[in-house]
């Protein structure tokens, strides 16, 4: 079975169900356009990410739309899916994305024939590619939140170039920082986190533990002062049937900051082996992904940021000159 | 002129004088420490076995140190503990809201292992509270409370022990205090030779009778078990004394233990010295007139001694300096010119009394070339302690009379002298 062509506004649009069920790029120059027609999100993803890894211009630069009747289903498993294309078109209409087609198929019959990649090395490549993209859509390198990321953040389309979730994380960020700091990137503020410093993890779990074991099985108890006699105890002291009752002096605790005040905090390990009384308790990390368990001042901190193609970068970008720049 | 000082007008004006004070500071002070020097060597081997009886139990002490903004205190602490003779110490600080790096300071120490635990109340809550919260964690079967600023000579703390194997049933050994900063100002210079007299050899005295009432908060050690019966230190100013007599009305005797030395740092400014004194002598009229009023009861749980303690105290502390600011009226109503000759004459006979004073506590001085050192400062210290402390003494307790100025002293905070006035604390 073949996915049909019908034609929109003019534009010859291919509807993808067969080629997204069996993973098979269709032919790009016999379509403007393509247009996701299946409601698997997993496989969607599949298919985007075989198009994005594409060598050929014609296929990664082609506009290509999910549909909003299928947007639920999608967002159950990935609510990043349209990070990956064009976005949502509702009803096959599609006329208010007619200039970015028209410019990106403009910009393909400009350059496809110049786009070989085969004296590339594969950084070279994913900076083109990158260029490619995001100058004929006019958009932002946009970081999102996403659980399913190793650090929380992510940048899905450029990590799609990657086949494992670490070297996502590690290339795509070398790759940004080394165009940013040649000019041809800018970018601006967005978020800073902390992240595992043995496997850049951010899935991060943060409990106080016992300075002496290192256990996190506490006991956190309030200390108590009572004004009245000046006995000073923790909370259990005070416990008398369903009163506080102060056991120096018998009287009762009625009002907070006139009978009594809560001047600190005290923990108790409940390691049995150690028993350990503190108050001041260091907090440890601990990476759900790797397991280390570490002290937070042994997180990476990283920043977080928005990029945008400079001029200085569209030159660069259009007329292909990383290969002599970057060596 | 001076035909009038007959006997009859020197007694007329100041009979207090013979009757009482030479008595009282000389004859009665100097017998006394004859009694308990020559008591104290033929009881060596006693005091031996006291000490061997410590040594083998070798129980564990804890040194408690409550404070508000001691962090700069704490490294000779630290050191003056380690060199103690004493081994088996738990050194526990206790941070009192400190408004400086105090917590920084003590948790670093704390984390090295040379405070075994640093204990932090992150609202200020009074010297008593401090303490409490250290009393509630503190291990050891005697606990030692002690100011940060104090030191301590290296056999202090195994003295201050002593007296808990040498004497059945002690609740409490006061420790003695000498002033360490004596040569900083005149003020403290003075404080030195009242120290020597109203410490050093005044508490031998009243512990030897069986009246010693007043553990200073600088150095002093208590069985842990007792802190725990009366529920420790109650609301200040004066609450080391108030301690002390909570342990005496349990009956337990409370030791003054003069070979256990601890150098305190005296305030340098008479402003200063005159704020610590109001605040100290206001305490005993909150104390010893108005909370702990049942110990004048002649009811079912009088008790002599304590009577007795509180008596001598009030009497030479409160009732004669009422009759001193009245006879200081009188004479310059009745005869101002005969002050002339009388000012002078008494003044003598005071800087005789002084000397005299002065000689015992040479003998018992440890280090008699640092007390003679002092010796041209006697001829001030009648105007010392004659007029300047009496006058503060008389000032405070007016004002604790009249106006309940011990509540209202910031050296407490404010919420809890408020609730220990609230309740007659």
Redesign the interface.
Known sequence: MKDSVIEIHGKKVLLLEHAVEHDVLPDPDASDIWVINHADGDLVRRFLRHIIRSKNVKIYLKPVFLQKEFKDLYSIKDKHLKELCDGYVKGLDIIEKIPLIEHALKFIDKYAHKRNFSDFTDNNFYIQKTFDYYYTRKKRITPVLNRQALTGYSYPRIESYFANTRDAFVTSRMLLQEVYTNGWLSRSYVDTSHICHSCSSGFLNYREVC?KCSGHNLKAST?I?H???????VEK?FIYKDKMVCP??SSELKNL?V?Y????KLFNCKNKKCLH?F??APVGVHCVDCDTEQAPHDLVVRKIYEYEITPQGIQVGLHMRYGTILG | MWQRLDWETVMRWGWYIFILDIPRFFILEGITLLYSRVKRMSTRSSWDKAADALWSENPLVTVLVPGHNEGKHLYKLIQSMKSQTYKNIELIVVDDGSTDNTALIARSFERRGEIDRFLSATERGGKASAANLGLRYSKGTYVVHLDADSSLDSDAIEKILIPFYRYQNVGAVGGNLMVRNEEQSLTATMQFLEYLQSINVSRIVLSQLGIYKLISGAFGAFPKNVLDRVGGWDVGPGLDGDLTVKIRKLNYRIVFEEEAICKTHVPITWRALTKQRLRWSRSLVRFRIRKHKDIWMPDKHFNFSNFFSFFENIFFGLILDAFWVYYMIKIILVDPQFLLIWFPFKYSIYVMLASGQFLYSIAIAKNKYQVWSKVLYLPLYPIYMGYYMRIVRTIAYIDEFLFFDSYKDPWNPNKTSQKARENNM
Do not use: L, N, S
């Open positions: 300075p200390i002062h004004f009245r006699c000046a006995y000073v105890g002291d120096k002096c900051g009978d005040d809560k001047p600190g009384e108050q001041d």
